[in-house]
């Protein structure tokens, strides 16, 4: 089996993979376009991307991209993020100038940035940012990243756990082109909808649902095709297996429009 993933090895999507299928050749991807393409093209058998972060919310690059593909949501997993400052070997953090990762990384530590007066420089990946500073050279400059990609690239730890909130949690989500069938445990599903454009239509439409047994755990608006109109993005948490799927969405809520299933899959457990 081939998986694949964004970033170079060592990222944080990296060590989800592993952790997920040990067994499988892993293959990274320099964006969430590419990742998506090589998934549509057959050239990996699943996809195992971030798509939201308990600081800074929903991964859009991935989220948008769910209801422009057709793949499916099989499986989640939590992963907790602690990333650490890294530079060359004899640099100081008090010489630093600019931080070199990921813009999700960069995001998750956007308060320390700004306090240390850095400037951030976003980068594709956060186990490549520590590669290319170290190839560089500048001691002035730093990346954010797991901390175990200084040994792997000759960098120096700074500074652990350099983050805003020490919660920091990413929430993975594993795709497949194939289709997806509902297990006894599936206990949760992610669904994108359109609702009129009328007072109230989008409370109506969680009211329905909320009295059909389900538990929203996540809602996002994003732009749908046309002009000025919104699609959402949600997830739930209702009771497991294909009757709980069907106590909630059959049939479909007359409040909900467009409505597409993107996965139902056992929901990970909170680290």
């Known amino acids: ?31 969430f376009a590419r990742a998506f393409q090589a998934l549509g093209h057959g050239d990996v058998d699943r996809l195992v991307l971030p798509i939201e972060n308990s600081t800074i919310g929903s991964i859009l690059p991935v989220l948008d991209r769910l209801a422009r593909h057709d793949v499916s949501i099989i499986g989640e997993h939590l992963i907790e993020v602690r990333h650490a400052l890294i ?16 813009p999700q990384a960069l995001a998750q530590a956007d308060d320390r940035i700004e306090q240390a007066g850095w400037n951030p420089i976003p980068f594709y990946d956060t186990a490549g940012a520590v590669r290319a500073v170290v190839e560089r050279g500048d001691p002035s400059v730093g990346a954010l990243a797991p901390r175990h990609t200084a040994r792997r ?8 756990d350099f983050l805003d909130r020490d919660h920091n949690t990413t929430r993975f989500v594993i795709l ?10 599936a206990n949760k599903t992610s669904m994108v909808f359109e609702t009129a454009h009328s007072p109230g239509s989008l409370a109506l439409a969680l009211t329905e649902l909320g009295l059909r ?23 739930m948490i209702h009771n497991p297996g294909p009757q709980g799927v069907k106590d909630v969405l059959e049939p ?20």
């Open 153 to 160: 690239h000759g960098g120096k730890v700074l500074q652990e």
């Open 87 to 102: 530079g060359l070997p004899g640099s100081t953090i008090d010489g630093i100038e600019e931080v070199w990762s990921h």
């Open 176 to 185: 497949a082109a194939d289709g997806w069938e509902v297990s006894e445990d």
């Open 252 to 271: 479909r809520p007359a409040t909900l429009a467009a409505l597409r299933v993107l996965g139902t899959y056992p929901a990970a457990e909170v680290p």
């Open 213 to 235: 047994g389900a538990n929203l755990t996540h809602l996002q608006s994003r732009p749908a095709d046309e002009a000025w109109k919104y699609r959402f993005y949600a997830d």
């Open 1 to 31: 089996m081939r998986i694949g993933y964004q970033g170079e090895g060592l990222s944080y999507s990296d060590q989800v993979a592993i952790r997920l299928f040990p067994e499988a050749r892993r293959v990274g991807f320099g964006s």
